[in-house]
């Protein structure tokens, strides 16, 4: 139960009788005659204002086998702001989905709103719809008008389906003669901290390899993925590898809601789903493994759960283990059937550099078409939402001097009637870029194939028109998004004529594009946002094929759930997944030269960190601690920056310490093994440490903290503390690179400038000494 409302309690007959005859009076009195609308006005107000706190619910009877309540705020279903009803039907709603796997036997939608003191409560209410079928009729007494208002509306379990649309709309008058139907006065908000609370039962479903990857992950279900792996031994390196391909495959699915990998060994969850890795000789506790043909990936009954299923990666040998996880990884949606041997699997092109599903391809222009759905191009009416375009950079682009990325807009309109003040706005990550204005048909603009177009268009049809326009880069960080609102201006007629005819459209044209192609890669390193956000460096090849993972000898099951956890984040950041990643234990030196490295540790159990104190700007082992600091975590802005990172932050103190705390940090410097290779430390004073490390990159506000290269992590705070740029990655062309050098060391400019300076001091004296000698020679 939510903390702000109170326990249920059992709603007595005699009041649902009440309330069932006051909704139909709300239903009924629109049609009446103004007498009776008066003589019911004083009595109906009264009853109205009676359910002013959360409507008291029936005490919900004893849970069906397996069933589970949970909730979920209008915010984490995709309201960034609270939704705003504005006008005589405003309306404005979220979309939620069921699992696969569940069916709702309970839905209740728990509503903060206000509504504005202008509403003649005969008139008005606020209509919740579930999938455009009403679900309840919230009434708007003139008492409470203007308060934050609390109410626990059930919805019925039959309007849910899978997919499903949750809706709120403001019926809304504020006079009995003619009104605005755009007026300031109607108005209603619902806030985003709303919640929905579900109540669903399992549903059976076949131990079927072809529904993969349900119900291990659903799409359907928004909330953050959590997937138990099982190992049936102290995993090797080898299994270690199978167990990252998978999780990474799991991370890039669940995407934007995150996930999580606990690990165990030798010890199956007690319900739930899981996936369990094993080797031919292995086992797993109340499971009888099939005999392996070879690679081998199964979907099993839980042993212990009736409603849990166990999805099965098994192999003979180590080699086998990783091609049986490849082959889930990539060929998932052509598996079937419960079992499957998987007798070949063969890379058909190799990943090259930046080319991760995720991010926008460097070597050509995106559509938008690409990156969202047609659907979602399209709006309509007076107040729509933003057309929002998603995309991923990578983030060592390298735009010094450059306008910013060139964005080819192509877009058509509702005409306008007449030149108003209608427009499109453009903005990128809430950062308004610029605004174009919508025209009239017999008002376009001449001069372009576009504008002439645009007045051959026949009537009531969009209007073509088209922009190309730069995106300056420090306005787009790793993870972007492009907003495009239509703001039409309503046309007033005059009093008792105004009709608003809500005819209007907008769109974005999806052969639109954004292009990339023509910047660089070169990035000052260590960057720890490039990490956090894209799971650079590692992720430049999606495949991790260059990327070793440092393990203690022997890890611990906080080890392992770390390590999973980061693959994840890695799968999430590419879309892709790893399989060609590495693991190797601290002693194994030559597999880790001229390879990145993400290095994983707690307490003194990886002792490569200790061979490399001297490179490190953080050393955490049990209760000793030792932080480097910089001015880096006091700053405010760098006005002197012109490049898309905050400049180098060198440390200025070194603060050593003891105490009892289950701290985190993760660091980044450049590899003692190899020059111009990175390595992320990711380490913790004790094992549980490690859990926070991975919680604060999969948390959408934490993870903007995690900058520079060193960063630590203190349960649920994350301070940047030094940004110690040392090496860079990437590269730039000769005269570029010249530039970029001079521009960055004054003193080397001027001294340049000296020379060149003497030089050609130098060169006219010997051309004019020269000339004089000439003329000082006979018969010259």
Not at 402 to 426: A, E, F, W
Not at 731 to 737: A, I, Q
Request: aromatic share 6%; net charge neutral.
């Amino acid at each position: 139960m939510h903390p702000s409302f109170p326990a249920p309690a059992s709603l007595p007959r005699t009041r649902r009788a009440r309330l069932l005859s006051v909704a139909l009076a709300v239903a009924l009195l629109g049609a009446m005659a103004p007498a009776a609308q008066d003589a019911a006005a004083a009595p109906r107000a009264r009853d109205a204002a009676a359910p002013a706190e959360p409507l008291p619910v029936a005490a919900p009877a004893e849970a069906a086998a397996g069933s589970r309540t949970y909730t979920l705020t209008l915010r984490q279903l995709g309201a960034v702001y609270p939704l705003q009803l504005r006008g005589v039907q405003g309306t404005a709603g979220v979309q939620f989905s069921i699992r696969s796997d569940e069916v709702v036997t309970a839905a209740r939608l728990k509503l903060h709103y206000a509504y504005s003191p202008a509403l003649i409560p005969q008139l008005s209410h606020i209509k919740v719809l579930v999938n455009d079928e009403v679900a309840a009729a919230i009434p708007v007494p003139a008492e409470q008008a203007g308060q934050n208002l609390q109410r626990e509306i059930a919805l019925p379990p039959r309007l849910i389906t899978e997919f499903n649309r949750l809706n709120l709309q403001l019926i809304g008058h504020y006079t009995l003669d003619c009104e605005d139907p755009a007026h300031s006065s109607l108005w209603a908000n619902a806030g985003n901290d709303s919640v929905l609370e579900l109540t669903v039962a399992p549903v059976a479903q076949a131990a079927d390899l072809a529904l993969l990857p349900q119900p291990f992950f659903d799409r359907r279900d928004v909330r953050p993925l959590v997937l138990p792996i099982v190992f049936a031994g102290a995993p090797a390196a080898g299994t270690l590898e199978a167990a990252g391909t998978i999780s990474s495959w799991f991370g890039a699915l669940a995407g934007y809601r995150g996930a999580r990998f606990p690990a165990a060994v030798g010890e199956i969850p007690a319900q739930g789903n899981a996936v369990g890795v094993a080797l031919a000789g292995e086992a797993l506790p109340g499971l009888a493994l099939p005999a392996l043909q070879g690679p081998t990936v199964a979907v099993v009954p839980h042993p212990n759960d009736a409603h849990g299923r166990l999805l099965l990666v098994l192999g003979r040998d180590a080699k086998e283990l990783k091609t049986a996880a490849a082959a889930l990884a990539l060929g998932a949606p052509a598996l079937s059937g419960p079992l499957a041997t998987i007798t070949g699997l063969q890379e058909l092109k190799a990943r090259k550099p930046y080319d991760a599903p995720n991010w926008l391809a460097s070597d050509r222009p995106v559509k938008f078409g690409e990156l969202v759905e047609q659907d979602a191009l399209d709006v309509a009416g007076y107040y729509p939402d933003r057309i929002r375009v998603n995309f991923h950079l990578p983030p060592d682009l390298f735009a010094w001097r450059s306008k910013g990325i060139p964005v080819d807009l192509k877009y058509r309109y509702s005409p306008r009637p007449q030149p108003d003040k209608s427009t499109l706005n453009i903005s990128a990550n809430e950062q308004f870029l610029r605004s174009l204005p919508l025209l009239s048909q017999s008002h376009a603009a001449p001069g372009t194939l576009d504008r002439l177009a645009a007045k051959a268009v026949p009537a009531g049809e969009l209007v073509p028109a088209r922009e190309q326009f730069h995106i300056p880069l420090f306005k787009l960080p790793a993870q972007a998004q492009l907003q495009f609102h239509y703001y039409y201006e309503i046309v007033k007629e005059g009093a008792c004529k105004d009709v608003l005819l809500d005819n209007v459209r907008g769109t974005v044209e999806p052969d639109s594009t954004i292009d990339i192609s023509g910047f660089p890669h070169y990035l000052a390193m260590p960057d720890l946002a490039a990490f956090a956000n894209s799971g650079f460096p590692f992720t430049r090849l999606a495949d991790l094929s260059e990327t070793t993972v440092v393990l203690p000898e022997r890890p611990a099951a906080a080890d392992l759930s770390a390590y999973l956890g980061l693959l994840g984040h890695l799968g999430r950041a590419s879309g892709y997944p790893a399989t060609a990643v590495r693991v190797a234990a601290p002693q194994q030196t030559d597999q880790l030269k001229g390879r990145d490295l993400l290095v994983i540790g707690s307490g003194d159990d990886q002792p490569l960190l200790k061979t490399w104190a001297n490179a490190l700007p953080a050393s955490l082992s049990g209760e000793a601690k030792r932080l480097r600091l910089s001015d880096f975590a006091y700053r405010v802005f760098h006005w002197w920056d012109t490049s898309q990172r905050d400049g180098a932050q060198p440390g200025r103190n070194q603060v050593a310490f003891r105490s009892d705390s289950a701290d985190a940090v993760i660091a980044g410097f450049e590899s003692p093994l190899s020059s111009g290779r990175s390595v992320v430390a990711v380490v913790a004073s004790r094992s549980e440490g490690l859990a926070q490390a991975v919680d604060a990159l999969l948390d959408a506000e934490r993870v903007k903290e995690i900058q520079g290269s060193t960063a630590a992590i203190r349960g649920k705070r994350v301070d940047s503390l030094v940004a110690e740029q040392t090496y860079h990655v990437g590269r730039l062309g000769p005269l570029t690179w010249l530039q970029w050098q001079l521009s960055r060391s004054p003193f080397l400019l001027t001294l340049l400038g000296v020379a060149a300076a003497v030089l050609v001091a130098i060169l006219l004296y010997l051309s004019l000494r020269g000339r004089a000698q000439r003329r000082l020679r006979p018969g010259e």
